[in-house]
């Protein structure tokens, strides 16, 4: 199973992009064995972790996550051998937290409600949890640049050798930055008039903070897309890689990840649908050939009761013709 992490796809989107002078490829993550890029950063977390002897058998791992770093956590964790404790709002659909249990892992729900700080917050108790554990380790996926060395070394590897280095622009969205940064380092390096974009959600902080410095605190603001955007600056988030940071809405991220399900058959999450978008702003402006490159991290399973019900989808607002 370990060794089936990495060496994902990247396929040509070329209904989506008809255009003769465009060339969108996208690395597919969920091929990844647990179904996400996060594989990636929890496999490298945990192997770095046990050479360095943080982590030793029978260890416990322990996160604050409802997500698909959890998931990950939770299939690794089982292979190896290690006990995982999981910590999450108690918003986290049942069915998300049964899957974690389901690959053995303990999940520790936490009041929705609880503010940034307190000891009843998910962040805070799993940081309590793992100080009141002897011998547990956290992968601390936000703050550890592990997380974007895995994608220097993985996906940013493969995505060269996959293109033979022909690309234009890499576009990625970016929640831990982890993506982003390995991704985009890897390919500057070699690359150094690649353009890396970041499309942003509005309400999350990376927008005014790339082309600002600064984070107003009165905009932060909610969206639905899931996995993407900021309410802090991550440390592993790495701008000097970033040349622009492109806003989108929900409605646009979703409407493209039901186009990329009907049109290419490619099953995939907002954030995928987020990163076309941010590929369509690039093609637009395009009149020369390009080569854009993007990935899609998760599937579109997670987000059945969600974006790809027409039902949910009216309920919001959203227009669903497209
Ligand atoms: N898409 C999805 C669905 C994710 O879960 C994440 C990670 N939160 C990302 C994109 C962004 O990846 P990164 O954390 O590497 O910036």
């Known amino acids: 199973m370990l060794d089936h992490i990495g060496s994902t796809p990247l396929v040509r989107l070329d209904k989506l992009f008809s255009q003769d002078h465009v060339t969108v490829l996208a690395k597919l993550e969920t091929f990844n064995p647990s179904g996400s890029v996060k594989d990636r950063i929890v496999k490298h977390i945990i192997e770095d972790a046990e050479r360095s002897g943080v982590l030793r058998s029978g260890g416990t791992i322990v996160e604050n996550t409802s997500g698909n770093t959890g998931a990950a956590i939770a299939m690794i964790a089982a292979i190896k051998g290690y006990r995982a404790i999981l910590t999450m709002p108690d918003k986290v659909s049942q069915e998300k937290q049964d899957a974690l249990r389901a690959l053995g892992a ?100 990376y927008h005014d903070y790339f082309n600002t410095g600064t984070v107003d605190h009165g905009k932060i603001g909610t969206y639905q897309v899931e996995g993407v955007g900021e309410d802090h600056i991550a440390e592993c988030m790495d701008f000097t890689v970033v040349d622009e940071v492109l806003q989108f809405e929900d409605a646009d991220a979703f409407a493209m990840a039901r186009r990329l399900a009907r049109q290419e058959g490619i099953f995939a999450g907002g954030s995928s649908g987020a990163n076309l978008w941010g590929c369509v702003q690039i093609a637009r402006r395009s009149d020369e050939p390009v080569t854009i490159v993007t990935v899609l991290p998760d599937s579109g399973l997670k987000y059945l009761s969600k974006f790809f019900s027409d039902r949910w989808m009216k309920a919001q607002g959203h227009d669903i013709s497209s």
């Not at 503010?115 to 550890?144: E, K, L, T």
Request: hydrophobic share 30%; glycine share 12%.
């Open 106 to 205: 303990e999940v520790v729900r936490c009041p929705t409600s609880a503010q940034p700080g307190s000891p009843d917050h998910y962040v805070r108790r799993a940081r309590d949890i793992a100080a009141s554990i002897p011998g547990s380790f956290m992968i601390d996926q936000y703050d550890n640049p592990k997380n974007a060395e895995a994608h220097y070394l993985t996906t940013g590897k493969e995505i060269w050798e996959q293109t033979g280095g022909e690309i234009d622009y890499f576009v990625a969205s970016g929640s831990t930055g982890g993506t982003i940064s390995g991704i985009g380092r890897y390919l500057k390096e070699r690359l150094p008039d690649l353009k890396v974009i970041m499309p942003d959600p509005v309400g999350s902080i």
